[in-house]
T-cell receptor, first 113, second 115 residues
Framework: GAGVSQTPSNKVTEKGKYVELRCDPISGHTALYWYRQSLGQGPEFLIY????????DSGLPNDRFFAVRPEGSVSTLKIQRTERGDSAVYLC???????????FGPGTRLLVL | AQKVTQAQTEISVVEKEDVTLDCVYE???????LFWYKQPPSGELVFLIR??????QNEISGRYSWNFQKSTSSFNFTITASQVVDSAVYFC????????????FGTGTRLQVTL
């Protein structure tokens, strides 16, 4: 079946702009996760959803970052007033339920100029 | 706090050689899960294995094998008879009851297999 999909695959924006990154999980997966991967590093946790609610948002770096999952399926990660330091690959993963194996999407490569 | 250490930044081998990727973890929990993911040049993380802390049996899947040793907090990954297609960055990761579902990743080991 279809895996996790993320759009756009690449996003270039200017410092100070607002961006939205979208994640479409595997059908039937109730848990959804966002990670951020900087060059040469492992992914770092940002937030995860169980259903529609954010179960843990402790990884969000500051209040410029926000994520929603209004219908318990697609999720959007929103970044306000982007900074050059936000440049990274943003990865989304989903799992059948909490503590189950996470399957990752291809990521969105964000470049803030 | 949980931590995953992959001390080998980069390994280069010639095709058909065996190679072992090391992973050492830290956690205060007695119940936890360990994972290996592969990230080929295309960038997508590919799940390889999940192991829970109560199962210390070694696992073999084709050319891949995993050695889990609780006594040394290690979960090492061996590729037998490596192939060029094995070239990728490999990540070890941990989740425990303290972190619920979120994964803590190591910094990865880049494996380069040449002809």
């Amino acid at each position: 079946g279809a895996g996790v999909s993320q759009t756009p695959s690449n996003k270039v924006t200017e410092k100070g702009k607002y961006v939205e990154l979208r994640c479409d999980p595997i059908s039937g997966h109730t848990a959804l996760y966002w990670y951020r991967q900087s060059l040469g590093q492992g992914p770092e946790f940002l937030i995860y959803f169980q259903g529609t609610g954010a179960a843990d948002d402790s990884g969000l770096p500051n209040d410029r970052f926000f994520a929603v999952r209004p219908e318990g399926s697609v999720s959007t990660l929103k970044i306000q007033r982007t900074e050059r330091g936000d440049s990274a690959v943003y990865l989304c993963a989903s799992s059948l339920s909490e503590q189950e194996t996470q399957y990752f999407g291809p990521g969105t490569r964000l470049l803030v100029l | 706090a949980q931590k995953v250490t992959q001390a080998q930044t980069e390994i280069s081998v010639v095709e058909k050689e065996d190679v072992t990727l090391d992973c050492v973890y830290e956690t205060r929990d007695t119940t936890y899960y360990l994972f290996w993911y592969k990230q080929p040049p295309s960038g997508e993380l590919v799940f390889l294995i999940r192991r829970n802390s109560f199962d210390e049996q070694n696992e073999i899947s084709g050319r891949y094998s995993w050695n889990f040793q609780k006594s040394t907090s290690s979960f090492n990954f061996t590729i037998t008879a490596s192939q060029v297609v094995d070239s990728a960055v490999y990540f070890c990761a941990l989740s425990d009851t303290g972190t619920a579902s979120k994964l803590t990743f190591g910094t990865g080991t880049r494996l380069q297999v040449t002809l």
